[in-house]
Structures are given as structure tokens and as C-alpha cells.
Nanobody
Framework: QVQLVESGGGLVQPGGSLRLSCAASGYSYDHFGIGWFRQAPGKEREGVSCISSMDGSTYYAESVKGRFTISRGNAKNTVYLQMNSLKPEDTAVYYC?????????????????????WGQGTQVTVSS
């Protein structure tokens, strides 16, 4: 059974930074696509970024491009989301998830339906 655990959320002032971590266990495939999503109260879940292990390709939503960076960790099946220049509108619960097709789609990575395993989420609050 695949399990995903997110960590690193918290309260930060506007303009600050946070680094989220996603650790996947029980994952038996050689490759993965891992995406980050976020959901603010009263809003739909929004795809933020995705990384494919096969070729290292990365994708970002326009709202975070240039501010967020997704990367792989040294530990197998660990992915980070470095978030800089945070804004109040970035406040949400952030989730990581595994793409059921084992890679990120350049045009469809924001579709939650592509993802089959999800973590429990970590809260990010950007406020002064």
C-alpha cells in the first residue's frame, strides 16, 4: 500500500518562504510522477506542480511559476516544494499525490483525476 506523508507547512509572513516535503513509502515502481495540489476553504483542489522521475521534467501552474520550485530529494521517492515570495492567496492545505500513469502530463498535470494516492495534507498559512 502506497502512503504519502507531507510535512513542512506552517505560518509565514507575506514574502516569506517554506519548503514542503513529500515522502512516499510502499511505492514499488521504478518511476513516478508526483504532483502537489492545494485546497483553500470553499475552493476546489488546485494543481500546483508536478515532477517526473523518468526525465526530471517539471511543470507549474501559472499562479506559482517563478516562485515555487519542485525537486527530488536524495532519498528515493522524496519530493520537495520550495515556496518563495509567498502571498496570502497561497494559504491552503497542500497535498502531494502520485500520478497513476507514473509520469506528469504537460497539459493535464493539474487534473486530480490523474492521481491515485494522496497524502493527508499540510497547512500553509500566509499572514501578517
Amino acid at each position: 500500500q502506497v502512503q504519502l506523508v507531507e510535512s513542512g507547512g506552517g505560518l509565514v509572513q507575506p514574502g516569506g518562504s517554506l519548503r514542503l516535503s513529500c515522502a512516499a513509502s510502499g511505492y514499488s515502481y521504478d518511476h513516478f510522477g508526483i504532483g502537489w495540489f492545494r485546497q483553500a476553504p470553499g475552493k476546489e483542489r488546485e494543481g500546483v506542480s508536478c515532477i517526473s522521475s523518468m526525465d526530471g521534467s517539471t511543470y507549474y501552474a501559472e499562479s506559482v511559476k517563478g516562485r515555487f520550485t519542485i525537486s527530488r530529494g536524495n532519498a528515493k521517492n522524496t519530493v520537495y516544494l520550495q515556496m518563495n515570495s509567498l502571498k496570502p492567496e497561497d494559504t491552503a492545505v497542500y497535498y502531494c499525490a502520485t500520478d497513476r500513469y507514473l509520469y506528469c502530463s504537460s497539459y493535464d498535470f493539474r487534473n486530480p483525476g490523474r492521481y491515485n494516492y494522496w497524502g493527508q495534507g499540510t497547512q500553509v498559512t500566509v499572514s501578517s
